[in-house]
């Protein structure tokens, strides 16, 4: 076992060498696997790479790969690649029906190639402890988080945990901590596509995962079979960068082992199922799309987290650091800093105001707050029947009163934050008690990019993410649940109890 971690840590620093990814390009016209799997997601990648230790597995993933990109690799580029608005990017830009400028992944890893790195872990039943010896570690010390939590510590956000990767919340386990990243020591980014690196041993010999790399899956293909009237899922369509279409199909098996898999996103797996025939008949018909189950629940319950942010400029240089403290707040809001980063856009014309006010190059920090569970919701539907394209997506931000008083009470905690001592020497002034603190959340909300629902459980699948109404079809993604190491080893045991090694 020990060799084996060695072996394992021995390409962390390096690209690794992963023979099994390609070009869509080089992909046969019609490939068969065990699993196919749509989408390199967070939840996507472990899962792929824990299956294939039994069966073979297909990942299709419309992005590259997010190796040898430093904007991607080296923490002091975070923003480069969130403000690179080409076709090709890693970042594909969307405007929410609420005028919110927003980004998704599109990439092998998706959002852990591009996000803030932040990590704390679900409840102890889910959590595999090598995927935190691989991807995730204590962040080092910079003397700006220090001061944060020491301005938190005054302001009431008690106790102090220390470091931990525990999601802490509510009004007794709430308090200050540091958190997990997924930044190493030399400002490396690591993710989830480290976590392929499982399925490497034996891959020479057995070939069991490929993933096509520019492979946009345009549809998932169904059938009745024997004259039932219950659809199955029974192969998918994907076209390579030279817009070639190719199919893949699960292998057959008796007893439906097999399976498709949707990990495309919170916002790809819901419009990848209307692509496909499953949602509202009405809006499906009106795109030209034949349906193949109505079900009206795909696409509903959208919800993003409202972010609300002070800038604070500063009289002495900042070190650049990501979120490393977070406080949550006893009425659950969560605060978090990052300091010396130029931002992405919305922070970038937060940056040139401040600037042209200043007449110098902003030097300071971020404070935000984060309303943790928005009571408010919305939905998303197709503009057309592109994949490539971003579907329509209405959040309703502070739609529900409480989701304000909750931003509200969070920015008086920032506000408690910078009067304390700790931050006097980045913040002399006192913040003015005069601010409307509700229109302040109001006008300024951002996103924090936290998207969730779409294919939520109970609606539209079931407690173990099987689509309802079809065969052979699940979804595992933050749709529903980031649980791809998990679910993986679960089906898994299913397969071995059904007799299949
Ligand atoms: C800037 C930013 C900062 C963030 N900071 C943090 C943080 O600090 N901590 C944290 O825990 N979370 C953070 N997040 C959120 C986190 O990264 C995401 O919640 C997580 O990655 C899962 O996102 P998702 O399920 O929506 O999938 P996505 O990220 O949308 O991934 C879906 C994948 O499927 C692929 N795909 C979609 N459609 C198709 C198709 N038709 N064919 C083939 N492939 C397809 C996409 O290319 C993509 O790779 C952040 C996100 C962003 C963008």
């Known amino acids: 076992m020990y060799i084996v971690l060695i072996y394992l840590f021995s390409f962390l620093h390096a690209t690794p060498n992963y023979t099994f990814v390609e070009e869509a390009t080089s992909a046969p016209e019609i490939v068969y696997y065990d699993y196919i799997i749509i989408g390199g997601e967070t939840a996507g990648c472990p899962l792929a790479a824990t299956l294939s230790q039994n069966a073979r597995v297909l ?28 076709p090709t990017s890693p970042t594909q830009h969307f405007t929410s029906e609420d005028s919110m400028f927003n980004v998704r992944a599109r990439i092998l890893g998706s959002g852990t190639a591009l ?17 935190e010896k691989l991807v995730v570690f204590k962040p080092p010390k910079v003397d700006y988080q220090v001061v944060v939590r020491d301005g938190l510590l005054e302001a009431g956000v008690l106790p102090y945990n220390g470091f931990t990767y525990d999601h802490l919340y509510g ?28 399925a490497v041993i034996g891959q020479e010999y057995l070939r069991k995962i490929t993933i096509y790399l520019h492979a946009t899956v345009y549809k ?43 990990s495309a996103g919170a916002i790809g797996s819901p419009q990848q199922l209307m692509l496909s025939g499953i949602g509202p008949d009405d809006h499906l018909q009106a ?22 942010m002070l800038m604070i400029p500063s009289p002495v240089p900042v070190e650049v650091s990501l979120t490393q403290i977070v406080g949550i707040t006893r009425f659950g809001n969560y605060i978090e800093a990052n300091s010396a980063l130029m931002p992405p856009k919305a922070m970038v014309e937060a940056v040139e105001t401040i600037n042209s006010i200043a007449k110098k190059t902003f030097k300071g920090s971020v404070i935000v707050e984060k309303v943790p569970y928005p009571l408010s919701s919305g939905y998303l539907k197709l503009w057309n029947a592109n994949p490539k394209d971003n ?18 009470l969070g920015m008086s905690t920032i506000m408690n934050v910078i009067d304390t001592y700790p931050f006097s020497k980045f913040w002399p002034q006192h913040p003015s008690a005069a601010l409307s603190l509700e229109k302040f959340c109001i006008d ?3 996103t924090m990019w936290h998207f969730n629902g779409g294919c939520q459980v109970g609606k539209v ?27 993986g080893e679960k089906i898994l045991h299913e397969r071995r109890s059904h007799g299949r090694k």
């Open 59 to 86: 990942v299709l993933e419309r992005g590259g790969s997010p190796y040898d990109n430093p904007n991607i690799t080296n923490m002091e580029n975070f923003s480069n690649t969130l403000s690179n608005t080409s």
């Open 220 to 262: 998932i293909l169904f059938r009745y079979n024997n004259g039932t009237t219950r659809p199955q899922a029974y192969g998918g369509v994907f076209k390579d960068a030279s817009g070639v279409f190719h199919k893949a199909y699960p292998m057959k098996s008796s007893k439906s082992l097999n399976e498709i898999i949707l």
């Open 391 to 408: 579907p329509a997506i209405t959040f309703n931000y502070f739609k529900e009163p409480e989701d304000l008083r909750g931003c509200v």
């Open 461 to 487: 699948v079931d407690r173990d993410y099987k689509v309802l109404g079809v065969d052979v079809l699940r979804v595992i993604d933050a749709t529903v649940m980031m649980l791809g190491r998990y679910m």
């Open 287 to 308: 795109h030209g799309i034949k349906v193949v189950l109505d079900q009206p629940l795909v696409g509903q319950g959208m919800v993003d987290n409202p972010m609300n």
């Open 115 to 131: 996000n803030v790195g932040v990590y704390s872990h679900a409840s102890t039943c889910y959590v595999k402890e090598a995927v």
């Open 171 to 198: 009004i007794k386990i709430g308090g200050t901590k540091i958190g997990g990243t997924i930044f190493d020591r030399k400002g490396h980014r690591h993710m989830v596509a480290n976590l392929l690196e499982y």
């Open 444 to 446: 300024t909300i951002i």
